[in-house]
């Protein structure tokens, strides 16, 4: 709108100026009585703008008074619009938090569509979600599932990190050997755990967060193999996650990465909190 009345306004100053050049003024003389002739294009726009914004609102207002005045003197038709109305924009929202969730705003993995947060209920206990994962359903899955590719655990912890430098308390997030394969993400340096590092007994060992190996260890490739002592218990570092992996949060289902991007060690063991994430 404010570049028509622009356009107007160029046209009118053009068209005075033709016509003071007719008298016989040079071009500088007739462009500068058109615009004192004219007056100040800018106050123009502005005095426009305004007219067309309240007559908008006066507009508008009168419409919203006349639809009020129907609503109240019908209150079925009243209803019914309200249903409808509540029934599209529930419908609306639902669609594009899908939409935004799968197509403009995917996962951080890889065929991260088939990613699937597990969780339970029981109907005799009139509970239909929210009961805690265990090691036992975790096998019962793996033995179990036929529609599954694959399932893990996870829980996410602070422990105390201690060894080259400074003491430091860090995330931590304890995942059963599964993990990777089910995120189909993989170490950028070393290895993910092996089956039997995941068994009772089996040696100690831990991967490290992208974040954590620049912050704390500059990058160095020899951390691979270098032990590291969290809480007290001694462990090898067998790998380092890629910069763009982000394990998914407590709390959260897989689709929601931690925000505490790169500050976690990721080690087998007892937990009172797992989750599940598994691949549909």
């Known amino acids: 709108m404010d570049d028509d009345l622009k356009q107007e306004l160029d046209t009118h100053l053009a068209l005075i100026e033709e016509e003071v050049r007719a008298h016989g003024l040079s071009a500088d003389e007739a462009r500068q009585e058109a615009r004192l002739r004219l007056g100040n294009p800018l106050a123009y726009r502005e005095r426009s703008l305004d007219v067309v ?31 409808t109305l509540a029934l599209a924009l529930g419908a609306n929202a639902s669609i594009f938090a899908v939409v935004q969730r799968v197509v403009r705003n995917p ?65 931590i997030a304890r995942a059963t050997t599964t993990l990777a394969p089910v995120m189909r993400v993989w170490p950028a340096v070393g290895r993910w755990f092996r089956d039997e590092e995941g068994l009772p007994g089996a040696s100690r060992v831990a991967v490290l967060s992208h974040g954590l190996w620049t912050r704390r260890y500059g990058r160095e490739s020899g951390v691979v193999g270098r032990p590291v002592i969290l809480a007290g218990v001694p462990m090898e570092v067998i790998g380092v996650m890629p910069a763009s992996f982000a394990l998914p949060d407590q709390g959260s289902t897989c689709g929601s990465p931690s925000q505490s991007r790169g500050r976690w060690v990721s080690a087998y063991g007892a937990s009172r909190a797992w989750r599940a994430c598994a691949t549909a």
Do not use: C, K
């Open 53 to 83: 914004i309240a007559t908008g609102i006066s507009d508008a207002w009168r419409d919203v008074i006349f639809a009020a005045r129907r609503l109240v003197r019908n209150p079925t038709f009243t209803l019914a619009s309200v249903l």
């Open 107 to 171: 996962l951080p993995y890889p065929d991260s569509d088939r990613l699937i947060d597990l969780d339970h209920g029981a109907q005799r206990l009139n509970l239909s979600s929210g009961l805690g994962m265990t090691r036992g359903l975790y096998y019962q899955y793996l033995s179990r599932s036929r529609t599954l590719d694959g399932v893990a655990l996870y829980a996410v912890d602070e422990l105390t990190l201690t060894g080259a430098g400074d003491p430091e308390r860090i995330r």
